[in-house]
């Protein structure tokens, strides 16, 4: 008995992460805001071809077009900015993660173009970040299959139009918002399919990889999450996490409430 509570326990824990994790803007947005903010979210474009000519510089100063950085296999673009104060890296933690957790490796499984959306940042930037995942997550094959990249105002322009990323820099912050997700790129440059949101799950991952590499598409859950959220009591834009996190404590006591009652039930029958 106590192993059956202890399991349903677990499980329902990881649920209510997922819960907390993909929860619908329209929960937690105040309505004045919710059309701005939507229009900032992925328009999923699966079939478009990236603009594969258009060039990018990665950490050795190298600057190549689009088309070089793509594997033979499928290819996973993280869309963010290295500066982020939020959650772009907390975004590449969770690919991450997930992907060690599922047992891919790269370059065989899949290639890693993370790209950056501001186009003041430069190669060392884009280094720093790279050396600090590299810490978190070894990968032997990390030196051929992940690319950390930078580009001009029209190349980041042409790639965001061609997977359907939409973000607005806030002058006042001087931060990007912008929309957390990824998107899996076969090897001919098409848009396979988006895993939005964070939390990712290395079952979804690997799932969308395979997809990519056979040049399949797939759908993608209409799922908003923003690096921020406007709060009209203050006119500024604030984190997700923090809404989330109270949301996700709401989640936890009924959830908990559930499993308990399960686990009586199912011990008195």
């Keep these: 008995m106590m192993g059956y509570r202890a399991a349903l326990l677990r499980h329902g824990m990881v649920l209510v992460v997922v819960l907390a994790c993909i929860v619908p803007a329209w929960w937690i947005q105040p309505a004045a805001a919710q059309d701005t903010l939507q229009a900032l979210a992925f328009t999923p474009r699966q079939g478009a071809v990236l603009p594969l000519d258009a060039p990018f510089t990665d950490t050795s100063g190298q600057t190549r077009p689009l088309r070089a950085f793509l594997g033979h ?18 975004e590449r933690t969770d690919l991450l993660d997930a992907l060690a957790r599922g047992g891919l490796k790269t370059p065989a499984d899949y290639t890693l173009l993370v790209v950056s959306i501001d186009p003041a940042e430069t190669r060392f930037t884009a280094r720093q970040a790279l050396v600090e995942d590299l810490a978190r997550f070894p990968d032997p094959g990390a030196g051929q299959g992940w690319h950390f990249v930078t580009g001009a105002p029209a190349s980041i322009r042409r790639l965001s139009r061609a997977v359907g990323f939409h973000a607005r820099y806030d002058e006042k912050l001087h931060q990007y918002l912008h929309p957390m997700g990824l998107v899996f790129i076969t090897p001919a440059g098409i848009v396979s399919g988006y895993v ?42 604030t984190l997700a996490v923090e809404k989330l996190l109270k949301l996700g404590g709401v989640l936890t006591v009924l959830m908990l409430g559930t499993l308990l009652g399960m686990a009586h039930w199912r011990g008195q029958g």
């Design 73 to 90: 296999g499928a290819t996973i673009v993280s869309m963010g900015y290295y500066a982020c104060p939020n959650m772009c890296e907390l």
């Design 196 to 237: 939005l949101g964070i939390g990712y799950q290395p079952g979804d991952v690997r799932q969308a990889v395979v997809h990519a590499a056979r040049g399949e598409q797939a759908s993608a859950a209409p799922i908003l999450l923003l690096c921020f959220h406007y709060d009209e009591t203050t006119g500024r834009y």
